[in-house]
């Protein structure tokens, strides 16, 4: 018999889908990867490197003589004349001479700055460094103090009161530390399952906390807040308020749960791992059903 040839459509399918397969992990990882370097490019490192210039453009004049300043300090009277005369044209406001000196410095640091990439890398060391010296000064008795009186400041500010304590318990929960006067207010978030959107649908979520006094006052018994994380993302998602005795607690970790959703199901630890069909945990009759 004659071997039946699928022709080349088939072919370039098959192959198509193969190299995909194999590529595809890869180009999304690198994507992550640049998006999350740009992301702390832009956000992080910009504004730090920033913020170091305009301290190297004040610092520079205290600390060398006149005859040692950097080229890009200096900004001779007819740069001056120059710039002013293009603000004018442009419809500008006026600028008295030391503010365009300023102005042209920034530009000239800016400039020196961008052509010399290790000096971009200064933005990450200076917020590294930052957060570091925050951890130490906090860690002590005096610095907890300090935090804390802060702290409660801000928890009783209009606006900020609302904002603030969600915001501080999110990055407790990520970074899995409780400190402060709000240490108390809730125990760690934990990794529970819940049936949503319907019954018979078990789905992961994070147990946040109380949920509003209106919604468990509608219910009619004690609910707790779960945040169902979505894929491929598992930073955003739905919140959503379930009777307490709803949901059920889970050995997860954060990290399990993290994996878990952002493959869609398809990175699962070994130790929860589905068993084979037919099989129940001891103790399951296989008859219960879902009213």
Not at 29 to 49: E, K, Q, S
Not at 107 to 134: D, P
Not at 206 to 225: I, K
Request: glycine fraction near 8%.
């Amino acid at each position: 018999m004659s071997k039946h040839h699928k022709g080349f459509l088939a072919d370039f399918r098959i192959f198509f889908l193969r190299g995909l397969g194999i590529l595809l992990p890869s180009i999304v990882t690198l994507g992550i990867l640049f998006w999350a370097f740009g992301l702390l490019r832009d956000r992080v490192a910009a504004p730090m490197n920033a913020a170091v210039r305009q301290t190297v453009i004040f610092t520079a004049p205290k600390v060398l003589s006149d005859s040692s300043l950097p080229v890009w300090f200096s900004v001779p009277d007819g740069k001056v004349e120059e710039v002013r005369s293009e603000r004018e044209r442009e419809g500008l406001s006026i600028l008295t001479s030391e503010a365009i000196r300023k102005e042209v410095r920034s530009h000239n640091l800016a400039e020196y700055w961008q052509k010399r990439w290790y000096l971009e890398a200064i933005g990450f060391v200076v917020a590294l460094t930052i957060v570091y010296l925050a951890g130490v000064l906090l860690g002590g008795i005096i610095g907890r103090r300090i935090y804390s009186a802060l702290e409660d400041f801000f928890v009783r500010l209009p606006v900020i009161k609302q904002v603030y304590p969600n915001v501080k318990q999110i990055t407790e929960f990520l970074i899995g530390s409780k400190s402060g006067p709000m240490a108390d207010e809730a125990e760690r978030s934990k990794v529970v399952a819940v049936e949503y959107p319907r019954k018979g649908i078990w789905t992961i979520g994070l147990l946040t906390g109380d949920t509003l006094h209106d919604l468990e006052t509608a219910a009619g018994e004690p609910c707790v807040t779960v945040f169902i994380p979505s894929s491929p993302t598992p930073f955003t998602g739905y919140t959503i308020t379930v009777p307490k005795k709803d949901i059920q607690e889970l050995s997860l970790t954060l990290d399990e749960v993290i994996r878990f959703t952002v493959s869609g199901g398809v990175l699962v630890p070994d130790r929860e791992r589905a068993r084979p069909a037919g099989s129940l945990p001891s103790g399951s009759d296989g008859d219960e059903q879902i009213d």
